[in-house]
DNA sequence: ATAAAAACTTGACGCGCGCAAATATTTTTT
DNA sequence: AAAAAATATTTGCGCGCGTCAAGTTTTTAT
């Protein structure tokens, strides 16, 4: 850069040799422009670096480049890592993204979404909270602005949904815990956040009498996303109270599973398939400490990338091809078995 | 809300019957006007619902209400958690704090403090990389942003510093484990990402020689943000071939230890403090996750509620009194020990 | 009650850019 | 080479709000 800061379009539309109307254009679409025209000004941009307002550029344009990503509560590394993906991929297709968390909060998830709606985002990628989340509020918003709902569904509300399919997690996870050894017990909260782990538990059931086992599902208290704390409270009661009829447990989630393991360390109880050991647990969502854990924990994973991608791409498609309310599209991609020792 | 929509703050000023100049004066700070048609504003605001388009607010206004939250690796709790009572405490004081994390990569980094620096924030909050953080960069943005830095500190770099203090961190460790058994090796990465894993290293080999002690550090390979992955590898290193002479071991950070401990369980060594235990493990940084390994870890714990509430006091103080160049501040929290079983 | 201060109103300009219509230029097609 | 198509340019208005100056009203202080 040479010369003083240039201030706005017009000063840059002329020291570049190029009218204003033209110099937006680019702004707007880079490929809009003739080559020629976009290398000119790409080689004034390199010597006067300016920058349009970003605020008078949206305030007169419909829609703008910003993408709002809500997730229900971002101390899960879980929405950390499909955050991340999301991102990066709407920053490659030159948007920009922002991220909020509703941190587990229905008041604050609907002050986001308010906040949101002011920012005219060109999308919207929602992972809502789920049973805590005010549907009503979530479905205005839906109509005023392109929402694509991923992770967990809320029937019904926004133009689409992606997220992974629930019944394929747990068949994965039950037929490989009968066939490996003995039937497992599931193992969940009471009152689930997530509409997740109701569909887990249904699919559970189902599963079990389909194989003529009979299901046993095991609930523990507890309110909020503190999993781990719940999943460790929980099992500290089943097992020391010598409760656990099964010797094999499948978990809902990973962190239920984290805090379950925990719970069976402090017990004494040995958790794992080789011989010696007490029981086996095992659960779902691959959890990025999952690998980690002591034992390593059997789970089946979610196919993040595929979820990640195609949130963005339903996304992109809306925003561009627009949407008749009478086609809402649901997604559910497969899950896969991650074999570890603790089951 | 009764009638159509109110498209601007003339239509907004005339069915409130209040004048436009004294309604933009309300939005920008509701305390600068009369009781008396601060009330009536009000109510006219629950009859029609008229919110000011934001771009048009800050196009002109110098400086917005937007108080940037960069943070370097938002997959680390540690970081979401310090991101989340900082995010409440900027809501509260009236802003709209937006968060971003580099996600361990230096020209993400640069590129988030570009699109800030556009967004023409109140100010930022940053957690810097560190070692990977392209320093004129940073300094360069510090120089047109009020900012204040957090957490991870690069020395002259902002207008102030805020994180926890790292020889107090060690101090507790060290003279914990030195009295409560034999003293420790220190466990670390060999070329850590983080300042305040040098300023740990060396508080360590300080305090040992001043009890009289040697001290050994064991650096392990392993670049970027995967911490548990690094401990795990390196742990097995080190534990398989029996070249640990030590049988305490003070992990440079939790999530190492993380990584350590699940080696330690994988190879069948007992860690803990009562007998039959073949080793002591300890950190640093009580993570949210360290409440749940196996055993739970012994470590020293941030004053998290300290360092994020005096971030932001900091920044607010610097917001509205201004800053002059010479009187960078740094201010650090000691931290406390918090005794669970692994050492 | 009167003066001074504080808050409000009116009117008007500016900000930086989007956008549209008419015209001019360049590129592509035949 | 001429016609058609694509792209640029010029001109100028509009967006919604910040902000200022001058005058008016209301509140507070004396």
């Not at 789920?130 to 509300?157: H, N, Q």
């Not at 019944?167 to 037929?175: G, I, L, P």
């Not at 949130?311 to 570890?340: C, M, Q, W, Y």
Request: aromatic content about 8%; proline content about 5%; hydrophobic content about 40%.
């Amino acid at each position: 850069m040479s010369q003083s800061k240039i201030k706005n379009m017009a000063e840059f539309a002329s020291v570049s040799g190029i009218s204003r109307p033209t110099i937006s254009k680019y702004f707007n679409n880079p490929g809009s422009v003739r080559d020629s025209t976009r290398i000119r000004i790409e080689a004034a941009l390199e010597e006067y670096d300016y920058r349009p307002n970003i605020y008078a550029m949206n305030q007169n344009r419909r829609l703008t480049k910003t993408i709002g990503i809500v997730v229900p509560f971002l101390a899960d590394p879980f929405f950390t890592e499909i955050a991340r993906k999301i991102e990066r991929r709407c920053i490659d297709a030159g948007f920009s993204p922002t991220l909020f968390s509703a941190h587990g909060s229905q008041e604050l998830e609907n002050s986001i979404l308010d906040n949101l709606r002011s920012l005219k985002p060109a999308g919207v990628l929602l992972a809502p909270l789920g049973r805590a989340s005010d549907r009503a509020a979530i479905e205005k918003f839906c109509r005023d602005v392109p929402t694509v709902l991923f992770d967990s569904d809320l029937e019904g509300v926004g133009a689409a949904f992606v997220g992974s399919d629930n019944h394929s997690f747990v068949t994965q996870s039950v037929e490989y815990l009968v066939r490996s050894g003995s039937p497992p017990c599931f193992f969940e909260m009471r009152t689930p956040a997530n509409p997740n782990a109701n569909k887990r538990r249904i699919a559970y059931i189902s599963i079990m009498e389909s194989m003529g086992l009979t299901p046993e599902v095991i609930k523990v208290d507890g309110e909020g996303w503190a999993f781990e704390e719940i999943g460790y409270a929980g099992a500290m009661r089943v097992l020391s109270k010598g409760k656990l009829k099964h010797d094999t447990v499948l978990c809902s989630n990973d962190r239920l599973a984290i805090g379950f393991l925990a719970a069976a360390y402090e017990t004494g109880l040995r958790v794992g398939r080789e011989p010696g050991c007490h029981m086996r647990v095992a659960a779902h969502d691959d959890h990025p400490f999952s690998r980690f854990t002591c034992p390593s924990l059997t789970t089946v994973a979610h196919d993040y990338e595929a979820v990640s991608n195609h949130s963005v791409e339903t996304l992109f498609n809306l925003i561009d091809k627009g949407h008749d309310d009478n086609d809402r599209t649901e997604r559910l991609f497969p899950a896969r078995l991650i074999l570890r020792t603790s089951a």
